[in-house]
């Protein structure tokens, strides 16, 4: 969708919705709270945001419905989840159960599941089991093969959705010996099965989230008909990771909404509260505080709007952008939410207080980024396996997949640029050690040092530091090679399952948000509206990053600080979304502490 009807959108999401502070609107903060107390489903808001049209953003144009990217969908999806984390998860569950159609089934199993989705059905993605977890090649749900269809035998566990929703999407075992090619998908329409046959396990008490319905189900010898086997027969391996492929990039969607909403209160409060003769937010200790959870929460932007648009744009390269945002997004930003709350002190403890109570559930609900569809064990994993083909393209490209990288990122970060027709079935589970974000990495930074030669004043000062800061951090990746080849020799076979490999999938993820940084400045620059793009913020962003390495280290000075302050205020001042997008928010009607 083109920015312009983007945000054109976002903003009618936004006035439709309006200011969750003010307890008139029709998705306030104050009966967020309510529900998450009494752990009860948001219904309201599920069927608030399906009256709208939210839903039909998330299905295919083809069957009827307007979702022709990713980002459309990934962008509404945070402007509920800033308000609610719950119901934001409840949508996306329903689309991510619908995906195996979308990737695997015929155009008649997505216009059933379609038209369902369309007329308010719910449904889940009955993947996990309570004795596997993510091991999904241990599952053990069977479906026997039988006339006409399938026996399905089994129990599907930490189901989101399970109890509420209509039907399922199942990954069943339907070769006794399991393995790769040993497992399907299928779909199982509780409501079309005969009475008790699908039994719904009880609703598990959460620490975030706590008003979802996180359950699951157990069957014994329900009939499924073969038409509603998604995909080939033995084909279930593929389809589920190509759906988490998907899932770990949208999952993010929660974490940086949950810090949006948290850095907005948390500067309510700062504006206003007056400490030792001036407001917190002029004590620079607690500016930095702010300016480096805002340059935080603009990195985890800035490796999310690459990834969702890497979907698009190279499915090939899905397993590498997907699992790097599910690592990076939610592990920096839950030590993004831990500083906020030293800058907030006493008022994010308090669960009850008006204006400051959302707080402490955004705290808890960012959590389920971190484990949710691929916990951070896992996402390293895949990155450590491809970790070898990586670093050796990185360092020695092959013919042609630089150019073709410098070809693509202009599109992978820029906001303004078309994205191809969404593909989900072209989604690969291995990149053959293709990273564009890496690749191209060289050619940005020396674009970056052009932009910084030809500005002036200090913002010219400030982009050539930032160019040094990103050579010196992208030139670790040299190292990173040599000490994963040392690895591979002195443990053999072995290091694959290391800890020392692991750390160093981590140190990768590092290197792509660094080279992300650089080119959704470079590339989105047009399409971003004042005061960014901004050469102070690009360059806390970098120390924010380098920080991993150099935790007591500075590239940045107070001057710097006070200009990503500046323009941390313009954006809340001016009730923009903190993110490049920068997307206009409802109006504030409801009351804020310290003003009349």
């Known amino acids: 969708m083109p920015k312009p009807e983007l945000d054109k959108l976002a903003a009618e999401l936004e006035t439709h919705l309006g200011d969750p502070h003010?307890?008139?609107?029709?998705?306030?903060?104050?009966?967020?709270?309510?529900?998450?107390?009494?752990?009860?489903?948001?219904?309201?808001?599920?069927?608030?945001?399906?009256?709208?049209?939210?839903?039909?953003?998330?299905?295919?144009?083809?069957?009827?419905?307007?979702?022709?990217?990713?980002?459309?969908?990934?962008?509404?999806?945070?402007?509920?989840?800033?308000?609610?984390?719950?119901?934001?998860?409840?949508?996306?569950?329903?689309?991510?159960?619908?995906?195996?159609?979308?990737?695997?089934?015929?155009?008649?199993?997505?216009?059933?599941?379609?038209?369902?989705?369309?007329?308010?059905?719910?449904?889940a993605w009955g993947l996990s089991e309570r004795n596997h977890g993510s091991d999904v090649l241990g599952n053990e749900m069977r479906a026997e093969k039988v006339d006409g269809g399938y026996l399905l035998t089994g129990e599907k566990w930490l189901i989101g959705n399970a109890r509420v929703a209509d039907g399922l999407t199942v990954f069943a075992r339907t070769k006794e010996s399991g393995g790769p090619a040993g497992y399907s998908v299928l779909l199982l329409e509780k409501r079309r099965t005969p009475a008790g046959s699908v039994e719904e396990l009880p609703n598990e008490r959460l620490h975030g989230l706590r008003a979802l319905d996180m359950s699951g189900i157990r069957v014994d010898g329900v009939f499924v008909p073969e038409s509603a086997r998604l995909g080939r027969e033995g084909a279930g391996l593929e389809i589920a990771l190509q759906t988490s492929q998907v899932a770990r990039t949208l999952i993010g969607s929660i974490a940086l909404s949950a810090v949006d909403t948290a850095l907005r209160v948390t500067l309510d409060f700062t504006e206003h509260r007056v400490i030792f003769g001036r407001t917190v937010s002029d004590i620079p200790y607690s500016r930095r505080q702010l300016a480096e959870c805002f340059a935080d929460l603009m990195v985890a932007d800035a490796v999310s709007l690459g990834a969702v648009r890497s979907l698009q744009l190279v499915p090939e390269q899905a397993s590498v952008w997907s699992s790097v945002a599910k690592y990076l997004v939610p592990t920096m930003l839950e030590r993004t939410m831990s500083q906020l709350n030293v800058v907030l002190g006493a008022r994010f403890y308090l669960r009850g207080e008006p204006h400051f109570g959302i707080h402490q559930k955004m705290l808890r609900d960012l959590l389920v980024a971190n484990f949710a569809d691929g916990n951070t064990v896992v996402n390293l994993k895949n990155l450590a396996l491809q970790l070898d083909g990586l670093l050796a393209a990185a360092h020695e490209p092959p013919a042609g997949a630089a150019a073709g990288a410098e070809g693509r990122v202009p599109t992978l970060y820029g906001m303004d640029r078309p994205l191809p027709l969404y593909r989900p079935w072209d989604q690969e589970l291995f990149s053959r050690g293709r990273d564009d974000a890496l690749l191209a990495a060289p050619a940005s930074l020396a674009a970056l040092r052009r932009l910084a030669a030809d500005a002036e004043g200090e913002e010219r000062d400030r982009l050539a530091r930032a160019a040094d800061t990103a050579a010196e951090l992208l030139g670790r990746a040299a190292a990173l090679r040599a000490a994963g080849l040392d690895l591979k020799a002195r443990l053999g076979?072995?290091?694959?399952?290391?800890?020392?490999?692991?750390?160093?999938?981590?140190?990768?993820?590092?290197?792509?948000?660094?080279?992300?940084?650089?080119?959704?400045y470079l590339h989105s620059a047009d399409a971003m509206e004042d005061p960014l793009p901004s050469g102070a913020l690009l360059l806390l962003q970098l120390e924010r990053l380098r920080r991993h390495w150099h935790p007591h280290e500075a590239v940045t000075d107070a001057a710097d600080v006070d200009e990503v302050m500046a323009v941390l205020r313009r954006m809340h001042g001016g009730n923009r979304l903190f993110s490049h997008w920068q997307f206009r928010l409802a109006d504030r009607t409801g009351p804020r502490p310290g003003t009349p």
Not at 98 to 123: E, S
Request: hydrophobic share 40%.
């Open 22 to 123: 003010d307890p008139a609107s029709r998705m306030p903060f104050e009966r967020i709270l309510d529900h998450d107390e009494r752990e009860e489903y948001p219904y309201p808001f599920v069927n608030l945001l399906q009256r709208w049209g939210l839903h039909e953003y998330n299905i295919p144009a083809a069957q009827g419905g307007r979702a022709g990217d990713v980002e459309t969908g990934f962008n509404l999806l945070r402007l509920v989840a800033r308000r609610d984390p719950t119901t934001a998860t409840a949508l996306i569950i329903t689309s991510l159960a619908f995906l195996p159609a979308w990737i695997a089934g015929t155009d008649g199993q997505k216009q059933h599941l379609v038209d369902a989705v369309k007329q308010g059905g719910r449904y």
């Open 493 to 520: 076979r072995d290091h694959g399952q290391s800890a020392e490999l692991f750390d160093l999938a981590k140190e990768y993820c590092l290197l792509h948000a660094v080279a992300a940084c650089v080119h959704t």
